[in-house]
Structures are given as C-alpha cells and as structure tokens.
C-alpha cells in the first residue's frame, strides 16, 4: 500500500458526509427498505440472485432489536410478496446477542418462524471469535425447529474443521467466508495463503457431507480452484452458489454467471452506513483515487 493510500485511511473519519455518502453508494443500495428493494429487483432482472442485509450491529437496548426483527420480518414479507430470488441475513449482535443470549433466540426463532411462512429463507451471520460459541447455539436451536435457517462459517479460525464435524446431522446450509475479522494469531491463520487453503479444504468437508455451500469471496483464483474442487466432487449446481458483496468486482459476478455459475450478491442497506462503507474502502485502497476527486470537486463548489 502506497504512503497516499496509507493517509487517505488514515482521513476517512474527516471525509465529509456527501463525499463518504457518494463514495458509500458504490457499496449500500441506499438507506431504505424501497432503495434495497429496487436494487434487488434490478440484480434478478440482470440474472443474480439477492441476500438482504440490514447495517448495523451490537444493538444497545432490547426495544432496538425488536425493531431490527420487525424490519427484517417487513423485509421478508416484502420479498416473498415481489417473488424475488432473495432471502435475509441478520448478525446476531444485531438482534441483542450481546445483550441476552435467551433474547437472541427468541429473535431469531420469531423471525425464522415468520421467514417460513411467508417462504424465505433466513441465514444466521457470524460475527468475531467472542461470539462463536453463543452463534452455534442459536443456529442448533433453530434448525431444530425449522429448515429454512444457514450459517456462516470463517476460513480464517482454526476452530472452523471441529465446528463443522460437531454440527447436527441433517440438511445443512453455509456460506463459507475468508472472515473479515482480524482474529489473534493463537486463534487464527492471519497469511492470506494459508486462510485459502484452509478456505478450499473446508469447502471440501462441507460438500463431503452433502451441505449447500455459499462460496462467498471475490478472489478470482481461488474461485478456479472451488470450481475445480466442483468438478471433481461432480457437485451439481443446485449444491452450490457464488456469493459477492453488492459494488466489488463485478466483472467477476458476470464472468462466473456466464460461465453457468449461480451468483448471489449481498445487498446492505440502512443509515448506519459509514463503518460498513469505511471497511469496503480499507479493503479495497484502489478506490481512493475517486475519492480523492471527489474531494477535489467538494472543495471547489464551497
């Protein structure tokens, strides 16, 4: 990373509201349930299925997260009303975990029971290292009542092979991630080498054990190698999916889409936009040159 990009991630916190916003749009459909209705609507018309996230995370208080539940649930009916290929998503701090593991599930078995009724399916996010074990509770407990819950897994844990040897027999549904969180090395691979190899061998045990994998990432080699893991292992395509995140990499979204592929892409939405948008930006440094324009283009309209 050069010294410029270095400074510009150092000045995210001072960008200002329309610069950061304009910036954001590249990675949020917007801050309404209708603006992440619509960019649903449009990703289905191009070919590419959806997944409905609402920003935001470690509620403060249990009123907040019942309003989180009502949102998700309107997300829902809304979804299953408009008949897009699209299901939700939903962080369990979100939905109080930090608060009240009991609370948590009670949440999570609302909305689920909910998403089943009106046909959708709900996938129970996983968040840093402190919230594993809480996390793996709450998605036994629903899938013990209901079969149209996921989980998300993270490559990067060293934890991650046991986890999957230990989940409950039965139909299983995961979206295999890298993880984004910058996990202790005692606990964590922290080489991007390593966290592919452990990413592909992982995706192997799933697939092993007849599981619906997700394979979330944007890196384009080893997207060959999952492919090549998809052949060998003769995995039908109803098995699997590609999963992106809403405004990277597009040009791989249609490369994998044309190539047969099921494509599913991510789509945030909500106010609390910022710090998912200044992770986007801290991922993915190319994007400064644009922002520095902007900058430029703020400044001379004052």
């Excluded at 997700?214 to 080699?221: F, G, N, W």
């Amino acid at each position: 990373m050069g010294t410029f990009q270095r400074l510009a991630i150092a000045s995210l916190p001072l960008l200002p509201r329309p610069i950061m916003r304009a910036v954001a749009s590249r990675y949020i459909a917007g801050e309404t349930m209708d603006e992440a209705m619509a960019e649903l609507q449009s990703l289905g018309e191009r070919g590419f299925r959806g997944i409905i996230d609402i920003l935001g995370e470690d509620v403060k208080d249990e009123a907040e997260a019942r309003e989180v539940l009502l949102e998700y649930s309107e997300c829902a009916r809304r979804i299953a009303e408009r008949e897009l290929e699209s299901y939700v998503s939903v962080k369990p701090t979100h939905l109080g975990l930090r608060l009240s593991e009991e609370l948590a599930v009670e949440l999570y078995l609302e909305l689920g029971r909910h998403c089943k009724a009106v046909g959708i399916f709900l996938r129970v996010e996983m968040e840093d290292h402190s919230t594993t074990d809480a996390t793996l509770r709450i998605f036994e407990r629903l899938r013990s009542e209901l079969d149209n819950v996921g989980l998300v897994l993270q490559a990067r844990l060293f934890r991650t092979a046991k986890d999957i040897e230990n989940l409950a027999p039965g139909p299983l549904s995961v979206r295999m991630t890298k993880g984004i969180y910058l996990e202790p090395g005692e606990i964590a691979h922290v080489e991007p080498e390593p966290i592919r190899n452990s990413y592909v061998e992982l995706v192997r045990q799933l697939f092993e054990r007849d599981a619906y994998v997700s394979l979330a990432t944007h890196d384009e080699p080893m997207g060959e190698a999952l492919i090549a893991l998809v052949n060998e292992l003769e995995i039908p395509k109803t098995q699997y999916e590609f999963q992106v995140l809403l405004g990277v990499q597009s040009q791989l979204w249609d490369k994998w889409r044309d190539a047969g592929h099921p494509v599913r892409v991510y789509v945030p939405y909500g106010p609390d936009w910022r710090a998912y948008s200044t992770r986007r930006l801290r991922k993915n440094p190319q994007i400064f040159g644009h922002v520095f324009r902007d900058m430029l283009c703020f400044w001379r309209r004052r």
